[in-house]
């Protein structure tokens, strides 16, 4: 009990010599060490197939490493699941089909054994953008609208760790915009900590305070790019010149690592 989550009320995740090597020989993810603050959002940056949804399922328990450790808050990963502290969103959203929006999103509530918040489950379906589909059954749905839907689930509880795995995938790029620039407004008040793996280098800027470039796999670390930008983060913001140097820095650094691969690098 009691993972220790600082002054922030977030958990910090550190990561020890963390690797994986899937049984049959597929080596995820290279000896990792990384520290992600507690409060702090950080976006995974990396090669389709380099590591980056392995290294979330092992920070959210569901995954063991081969090797290293690591610890959110202190404790194991399975700690703060207990006490349901961590929220998780996939790019494949789970949602139930018999159950609603509505529905999905306040069953997340009593699996938490939060009470009932009609006004906050009403507020975020409107924060994603599904005003009007709050009585729609996912198979009602497109990929994005379902998506959006995830992300509310997941919010929905005030998690204290937030893992977005490409949550905003089949989500159309007008309505990426406007979730990139409205769901941090969610998260950047209660000082959550958020990991967000994203395929796409605007979206990290957008969002994050951190960026972590991953090389192909095993996922190793190219770059650690600190996005200094003021928050909240406005509409105009992508197109400063501060914020067009930073996307340059992350491409750039996506790019090395691609290089680098060939020929592979040894593991540490
Ligand atoms: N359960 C598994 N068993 C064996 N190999 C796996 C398993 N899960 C993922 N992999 C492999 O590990 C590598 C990294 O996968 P993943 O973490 O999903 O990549 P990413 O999310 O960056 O696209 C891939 O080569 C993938 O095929
Ligand atoms: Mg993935």
Known sequence: MGAD???????????KGLAKVFPGGVEAIRPLDVTFEGGRTTALVGPSGCGKSTLLRIIAG???PSSGEVRVGGAPPAEIQRDAGLSMAFQDPSLLPWRTVRGNIELALKLARRPPAPHAVENLIRL???????????????????????????????PRLLLLDEPFGAVDELTRRQL?????????????????VTHSVVESVLLADRVLVLSPRPAGIVADIPVPLPRPRAAGVAETPEFRSIARAVAEALARGMAQARPPLAAQ
């Open 62 to 64: 569901l995954e063991t």
């Open 128 to 158: 994603v953008g599904l005003d009007g589909f709050a009585g729609s059954r996912p198979a009602e749905l497109s990929g994005g609208m379902r998506q959006r839907a995830a992300i509310a689930r997941a919010m929905v509880t005030e």
């Open 5 to 15: 989550t600082g002054n922030t009320g977030s958990p910090d995740i550190r990561c």
């Open 180 to 196: 990139a620039e409205d769901l941090p407004l969610l998260w950047e008040p209660r000082r959550t900590t958020a990991l967000l």
